[in-house]
């Protein structure tokens, strides 16, 4: 069997018993509690689909002990300080079962069908704690009407002789799906009338039931510490993936509308975002540079063999990774705050870095090739659609996704959604296609398969130039931007005209999702000198003088890159954004005050006694350097030091060259001496 499930452990997405503290009350205020409980617990409905004996059981008792609570309420002078242990003990255990409960109805429903017997076990575990309760209430000694305490004794006498209970049918479930598993482990293709069957049983009834108990079950692989767990959850989540494309029509996006708040529904902080993914960051850490990225994206930056920091360009002294733990746990508590689930990178692993067993990477082959078998076969261009968005879907899950969906051969066939005529008719069609390249170039052998493939590189590039919508045209500049993290498709990619173009005119013109893309592939391709001109003969200077306040940070390093790898004719383009650079060192963000404060460097080492002057006509310059060297990052204080040095010696008249890496010794003549200062 592909899933044991003898070694399954109990649940724990919720709070354990341990964690409820019964309330201090008064004797009436604590049946008062008692009974708005026991209401509540009672108005819930029997689970629908599994454990339906145990959970009706619980509820008819329920039921019993809140008619019981109203009883004792009516009397105004009972004394229960002898039984207010007991109730509180009561207390405890009735907040157990709707947490169970409650837990049952939220979760996975195959996760449950798997755990069916220890879940049916808290069940009977929580009744004999109640039955422990009720023998030792004294229900002779509290003034109920006869009715009510026959209800009580009958109530003591179910909890007593309570037994363990699982459903013949939720155990003959359980062992089809096992099956099924099993099969799948062995590459055989399952039935899809049995598959139907179970998945009906289940509840799942269309595309969109689908997805969320895909979500469910990714949420219970982060919850999970034991790695045979996680790996049988992979295989689950492997079949119901495998179903919802076989069995139920794809869904398209806007269609979900009951799926749970992700971080792309939301407008992420910029500080948030990891420079490298654009996502937001799981585990944010910051390199030697003092810039902050997403712990596994620069993780695959540093092994994909680059000794730069991808946002400065600076060489990294070191690949040390030091945990932005003040960072996470703002992010952390914006992310509840915005109901976004939020798991960091410690102790929850992503995904697709679990080990998966045998079921799940054979259910994610006959996934994607049901998947591009029915792309090619497909006539209408909603079919298309549909079978498109579930590969970027599963492009965006993992990487053997994405390894299997290119073998596959779906780039090529992707590549012809990429064109100017669908965009026209099918606008959503070529969001799709675009995004799903994007997932795919995430992984690095794809990105070879991208660029060698014409029809594909050139239909991303199109996208980018004229693009239907925004959200496409920002899509292929992050594909860009993928890409590009090769040193040789850098170059490659940066001598094309229409990339250049296409980029600088979405930074200028698009939203801000869009802006960001583009500035993020610009900074790049501007690790490329000979990219640097061409970005410099269509305007990226005048560009970023224009986005530099809606987007500083971005604006700020793409400037500092440009002039550092530009010659002379960069420095010039460069010369109108000194003012702007300055009240950026006034009013920005640290890393962009850092930013401002290097560029500044640059422009006024290479563009002469003008740039200076420029820089000098700043109102309260130095009082802004000053402030730079008190209170900047390490880089930004030794960048505030030189411009002070700069702004002095010009000031004094001294004819001073300076370059970079080493001092050197500058001279002045006079009428009278000639005065030597050191660098």
Known sequence: MAVSPQVFPPRKRRPSAGAFIPPRFSDQRLLQTLLELSQEISSLKPLQFLLKRNSSSILRKTKILAILFEELLKNPNLFLSPTLLCLEEMYLVLQRFKTLLEDCVNGSRMWLLMQSDSVANNFLELTVELATLLDIFPVKEVEISEEVEELFLLLRKQCSKAKSFVDKRDYNLRQDVLTMLDRIQKEIVPDHSKLTEIFYLLGFRNSLSCKEEIENLEDEVQSQKDEKSKSDLIALIGLVRYVKCVLFEPSTPGADSRSKKLASDVNVPVDFRCPISLDLMRDPVVVATGQTYDRESINLWIESGHNTCPKTGQALVNTNLIPNRALKN????????????????????????????????EANKMTVSFLVNKLS?????????????ELRALAKSNSDSRACIA???????????????????????????????????????NKTKIIENGRALNGVIEVLRT???????????????????VHSYRKRLGRKTRVVKGLVNLAKSGPASSKRDALVAILNLAGDRETVGRLVKEGVVDMVNEVINEMPEEAAAVLEMVVKRGGIVAVAAAYNAIKKLGVLMREGTDIVRESAAATLVTICRKGGADTIAELASIMGIERIIWELLASGTMRARR??????????????????????????VATVSSASSTVVLPA
């Not at 700069?646 to 001092?663: C, K, M, Q, T």
Request: proline share 3%; hydrophobic share 50%; aromatic share 8%.
């Open 330 to 361: 703002l992010m952390a508590m914006w992310c509840r705050e915005q109901k976004i689930p939020f798991e960091t990178a410690e102790g929850n692993n992503r995904i697709d870095r679990v080990i998966k067993s045998k079921a799940a990477l």
């Open 407 to 445: 073998e596959a051969g779906a780039i090529p066939m992707l590549a012809r959604f990429l064109g100017p005529h669908i965009g026209s008719e099918f606008p959503n069609l070529q969001v799709n296609a675009v995004t799903a390249m994007l997932n795919l170039s995430i992984l690095e052998a």
């Open 639 to 664: 960048k505030a030091s030189i411009l002070l040095r700069i702004l002095r010696r010009w000031a004094a008249g001294l004819d001073v060259e300076f370059f970079y890496g080493h001092s050197t």
């Open 467 to 485: 693009g239907a919508t925004w959200e496409a045209k920002g899509n292929a500049a992050a594909t860009i931007f993928s890409l590009s993290g």
């Open 377 to 389: 076969a497909s006539q209408s261009m909603e079919a298309v659609n549909g079978v498109i968005y």
